[in-house]
Each structure stands twice: as structure tokens, then as C-alpha cells.
């Protein structure tokens, strides 16, 4: 074996080495490892050369970064803090307004009725059409602007389109308050309105996508697990400690003053001025957030880097004005053509690493894998909101309080997992631990054992949870299934793998794009499946069930990705490494592109893409 493999090329030892792992003499293990050592520090030096100009641009910010003071450095805390104040004056207002809509639509309809009393059921009808509307309307918006605003962060930069969006909010946040607070009926058409404004922008959505660009700026690929992990985990603590101070606020000792003084408002329906505490402190909240993003928040993106996104648009603009001009219709429709950014979910060639057409199809099997992984364990995360509460209520007769207490816990274990769990498992246990390596420009072993783990817990749990007997097990088993909650930044850092930084807006862009679909699709399928599953076999677990399955049936892409990337304890990265780099300098304005080879194709064996 040892004289064999002195006479085959490095990458043959490593290989044939490789796949008898566990069979071989001390000796030639050593040597194996030794190779293995050589190999890779010949792809780190391979990664290095081929680097473009945004990477490159990107790698000098890093560097920059760690020798600017701390309160000017942009960080992955710089970024999680506005994150986690938005959700969390969100989630402190969000139980007062309900009830104040709730109110309001009853005396609208009281105002309507002869006796002056208004029907619960009816009440329920009007403020479930103005639910439906606006979250129609403000996702269909949301939509379209998550189309847009990736590639104007790639050119105007993370920090811009972060304020603009939490200045809307607030905007928005102040128009209802004042429709609420002025007038003593529900005005459905100024609440669709101010709604409409408050995500003109995306809301929480564009902020989450920001902040993904973010940490993918700021990050080195092997952090980026447990740095996005984090950025969510700042959304769920303020999504469960919003509510608790909401209450606080609404427990204090006030003055109990009717906000209105009419005489035909029934006292159950009575407003009282301490009741629109929260809302005002929500405004406030988002008053320090937006004061926060616009003088404290430093930019992730280098100025560079911004020019020649700038620049590179310039130029697509021109040489869409040299080409025929279509009809008014058709130029129209071009620029509203906000689900373009799907298409990098696509993996087009253009933005491909490797020139290799074989190697350029199965990188595209692999992203498009990654994409369908995200469109199931974002569903199961998103669709299910409503159900959890829902079945809750039927099966287990649960209170307002025992509803809290399960928003509370589910919550705080996934903020517990992302937090905690992360780095423990990771990066103590998988890279430093079992010498797991993670790559750069591609999927992984240490990605596959994370994503494949999580969705097998959470699959399970969810059976389980479908069939739960009690409140105590339902509760349980929703709370080991935040194991999944490692999943989702772990596909979203292997799929930054595969583009360009210069798309990294873009990208999440689409991402956003596709979240908002499933935000819109998702709750509406489980619903309709959840009622007919109680109508008709009197089994509210059955989406549960059924949501379990398809996360069992995820892993076969999963095992699929490992398979194209022969994945293994002692696998390496792809050998050929020829980096797509852009022509455009920042005093020109061409857009072409080139191919740049790499000067490691010798290592490549005959028959290996």
C-alpha cells in the first residue's frame, strides 16, 4: 500500500486512504494524515489566491475591524441589539392591541344595533376581515419590497435601508396609535391604511434580512453558524420577554380613567387611558431603535465594495438603453419585476464558482436541495403558530395564562439552543472536539450533522406532540423540538457558501422573498387542513403528524447533498477552485465578466470534475 501510494498522485492517496479509514496500519494512517495535512494547506492556499475583489475587499474590512474601538466596530451585537428591541416592543404592545381592536370593533357594531349591544360572533366576523385584509395586503407589499431591497443594501449599504425600515415602522406605529387613541369606533379603512405604511418597508422581515447581511459581512465562514443562530436568538428573547413587560405595564397601579366618557359605551367595553400604555411604549422603543441605527450602528459593507455595486447597476442600466426598446408595458413591467432576485434560488451560471460544467450541475443540485430544506423547516417554524394555539384551546382547554406560559417556553428553549447548545455542540464538540473542518465555498460534514440531528429531533417531536394525551407532554415535546432551531442558520451559512459576496444582498433578498410566500401560503394550507382534520375525524394532531412526516422525508436531501459532495469524516474540499471574478473597476462602468482559471488545476486527477 505504501510503495502504491508514493506512485499516485497526491489527491489518489487521499482518496483511496480515505475510503479505507479504519483498516489500515498505524503507519499508514500516519501517512495519511500527513498528506491530508499537506492537501490542505494547498487548498487554503488555493482559496486564498483566487480570491475577487469583494472578497478580498470584505477580508480587509474584517482585518480593519479588529483594530477599531468597540463601539465603532461593526458586530454581530452592534446588529442583534435593534433586532431584539424591535421585536420586543412589538411583542410588549401586542396583546393590548388586540384587545383595543377587539373594543373597538364591538362598539362599532353596537353603534349599528338598535339596542345598542353588539354580537360577540359578529365582532369576531369584523375583526377577523380586517386581520385577513391587512395581513393580505401588507404581505403582498412586503413581497415586492423584499424584492428590492437586497441589491439596494449591496449599493447604498446595511445601514441605510436598516434606519429607513424602523423609521417607517415608526411611522406606521404612530398612525394607528393616533386612529386608535382618536377615535371611539374601529376605522377599518385608516387600520388597513396605517398598517399598509407600518410594513411598506418590509417591517420585521427586511430588518431580519438586514441582519443576515450582516453578520455575513462582519463573520468568517466557520462562526457564521452560531452568529446567525444568534441574530434569531435576539428575535425570539424579545418576542418573549415583549409580552411579560406588557403586562407589568398594564398591572401597575393607575388612576383608572375612561379614555371616553360617552354614555352609550358598555362597560365591558369601556377604554381605559392606561390600556394604550404599552403602544406608547412600543413608539418609544422604536424612537431609541431608530436613534441607535442612524448614529450608533456602524456600516457592515465596505465603501469599495458599495461603489462597485453601484457602478455594476449603472452599467446594466446602460446596456439596457443600447438594447431595443419594447412596448411601455413591457419596460413596466421589467422594473416591477420584484420576484427577479428567485432566480439566484436558482443557482444561474453566471454567478457560478466553478467553470466546470459537471461540477457547475451538481453545485446546483446541492443549492437547490439547501432551498428545499429552508422551504420546509421555515415552514414548519411559520405555518404552525396559529395551530399550536388552536389545539391548545380544544384539546387541552388552555387559558390566556396557559397560552403565555407556552409562547414563554417555546421561545426561551429555542433562545436556549441557539445560544447555549450552539457553540457547546459546534464548535467545541464538532470542530475542535472530533476535528470536523469546515469549508469555505461549500457544504460540509459539520453542516450535515447539525441540519440532519435538528430535523429528526423536531420531526419526531412533532409525532409525538400530535399525539400528546396532556398539556404537560404537548408542551414537552414542542420544547426538545427547538433542537431545529439550529437548522435554519446553518442552511442559511451553507448556502452564503455558494455565491459571490458581491450577491450576498440579493441572496437574502430572495430569501426574504420566499419567507413572506410561506408567510402568506403556510398558515392558510395548516389551518385549512387543521379544521377539516377536527370536522371531520375530531384529530387536531393530524397536522402535526403530517408536518413530522415531511421533515422525515427532508432528509433525503439531505443525505442527497452529502452524496454529491462524497462527504466524510476526512473529506476535503472541492480541488478546482477557479473563482468568478469581475471585470468592473470602481472608475468604470463595464459590467462583463470573467472567467479566472486557478493555478491548482494540476492538482486535479484525470476523471475527477
Same mark, same amino acid.
Given at each position: ?17 480515505? +475510503? ?7 503507519? !499508514? ?14 487548498? !487554503? ?65 353596537? #353603534? ?42 449591496? =449599493? ?30 374601529? #376605522? ?7 398598517? %399598509? ?34 441574530? #434569531? ?81 449603472? +452599467? ?14 413591457? =419596460? ?29 450541475? =451538481? ?78 465555498? #461549500? ?34 415535546? %414542542? ?70 412526516? %415531511?421533515?422525515?422525508? +427532508? ?40 472567467? =479566472? ?13
Amino acid at each position: 500500500m505504501g510503495s502504491k501510494a508514493e506512485r499516485q498522485p497526491l489527491l489518489g492517496v487521499l482518496e483511496e486512504t480515505s +475510503s479505507n479509514a479504519g483498516t489500515m496500519p498505524d503507519s !499508514d494512517v500516519t501517512l495519511e494524515r500527513a498528506a491530508m495535512n499537506i492537501y490542505e494547506t494547498l487548498i !487554503d492556499n488555493a482559496e486564498e489566491s483566487v480570491l475577487d475583489e469583494d472578497e478580498l475587499w470584505l477580508r480587509e474590512q474584517r482585518e480593519q475591524n479588529k483594530l477599531t474601538h468597540w463601539l465603532r466596530r461593526p458586530s454581530v451585537l452592534m446588529i442583534c441589539l435593534p433586532l431584539f428591541l424591535h421585536s420586543f416592543g412589538a411583542a410588549s404592545a401586542m396583546s393590548s392591541m388586540k384587545v383595543l381592536l377587539l373594543k373597538l370593533a364591538c362598539r362599532s357594531l353596537a #353603534q349599528k344595533s338598535p339596542d345598542g349591544v353588539c354580537d360577540p360572533a359578529e365582532t369576531q366576523v369584523l375583526l377577523s376581515n380586517l386581520l385577513l385584509i391587512t395581513g393580505l395586503a401588507s404581505g403582498s407589499l412586503r413581497i415586492f419590497v423584499s424584492g428590492k431591497i437586497g441589491s439596494w443594501s449591496d =449599493r447604498y449599504g446595511r445601514k441605510p435601508i436598516i434606519s429607513i425600515s424602523i423609521l417607517v415602522s415608526l411611522l406606521g406605529r404612530c398612525s394607528q396609535f393616533f386612529v386608535m387613541w382618536k377615535f371611539q369606533a374601529l #376605522q377599518f379603512g385608516l387600520l388597513v391604511v396605517s398598517d %399598509i405604511l407600518y410594513n411598506s418597508f418590509g417591517g420585521v422581515f427586511t430588518l431580519m434580512a438586514m441582519c443576515n447581511c450582516y453578520v455575513t459581512d462582519v463573520i468568517e465562514p466557520h462562526e457564521r453558524i452560531y452568529s446567525l443562530g444568534l441574530s #434569531q436568538a435576539s428575535l425570539y428573547v424579545g418576542l418573549s420577554l415583549g409580552p411579560i413587560v406588557g403586562n407589568l405595564l398594564l398591572s401597575l397601579p393607575y388612576v383608572v380613567k375612561p379614555h371616553s366618557n360617552a354614555s352609550d359605551v358598555n362597560q365591558l367595553n369601556q377604554i381605559y387611558t392606561y390600556e394604550y400604555l404599552p403602544l406608547q411604549f412600543e413608539i418609544l422603543v422604536l424612537v431609541c431603535v431608530l436613534l441607535f441605527a442612524h448614529f450608533v450602528l456602524p456600516e457592515s459593507r465596505s465603501h469599495k465594495a458599495r461603489r462597485k455595486s453601484r457602478a455594476m447597476s449603472m +452599467s446594466s442600466s446602460v446596456s439596457s438603453l443600447q438594447e431595443p426598446q419594447g412596448s411601455t408595458f413591457d =419596460r413596466l413591467m421589467s422594473n416591477l419585476n420584484f420576484l427577479e432576485p428567485l432566480k439566484l434560488l436558482l443557482y444561474p451560471k453566471e454567478i457560478a464558482y466553478y467553470e466546470n460544467h459537471r461540477v457547475y450541475k =451538481r453545485q446546483k443540485w446541492v443549492v437547490l436541495n439547501i432551498v428545499i430544506l429552508i422551504c420546509v423547516t421555515l415552514e414548519s417554524l411559520i405555518a404552525f403558530t396559529d395551530v399550536f394555539a388552536l389545539l391548545g384551546t380544544y384539546k387541552f382547554h388552555w387559558t390566556s395564562k396557559n397560552l403565555g406560559s407556552f409562547i414563554i417556553t417555546s421561545n426561551l428553549t429555542r433562545t436556549l439552543v441557539l445560544i447555549v447548545v450552539a457553540p457547546i455542540f459546534v464548535q467545541k464538540l464538532l470542530q475542535k472536539v472530533l476535528k470536523f473542518k469546515v469549508f469555505n465555498f #461549500q457544504f460540509d460534514m459539520v453542516d450535515f450533522i447539525v441540519c440532519s440531528l435538528g430535523i429528526a429531533i423536531e420531526a419526531a417531536c412533532m409525532i409525538l406532540a400530535g399525539m400528546a394525551q396532556s398539556s404537560g407532554q404537548f408542551m414537552s415535546f %414542542i420544547a426538545i423540538s427547538s433542537a431545529g432551531g439550529l437548522v435554519s442558520p446553518t442552511l442559511t451559512s451553507a448556502l452564503v457558501k455558494y455565491f459571490p459576496e458581491s450577491k450576498t444582498g440579493e441572496l437574502f433578498g430572495a430569501l426574504a422573498i420566499l419567507k413572506n410566500i410561506l408567510n402568506l401560503c403556510g398558515p392558510f394550507l395548516c389551518l385549512t387542513l387543521y379544521k377539516f382534520s377536527v370536522k371531520k375525524w375530531d384529530m387536531p394532531g393530524i397536522p402535526l403528524i403530517v408536518s413530522g412526516c %415531511i421533515l422525515f422525508t +427532508s432528509l433525503i436531501s439531505l443525505f442527497f447533498i452529502k452524496r454529491l459532495h462524497r462527504l466524510s469524516r476526512y473529506s476535503a474540499p472541492e480541488i478546482v477552485l477557479p473563482r468568478r471574478k469581475s471585470t468592473l473597476s470602481l472608475g468604470t462602468a463595464e459590467g462583463n465578466t470573467e472567467r =479566472r482559471g486557478s493555478s491548482y488545476n494540476s492538482l486535479s486527477r484525470p476523471g475527477i470534475p
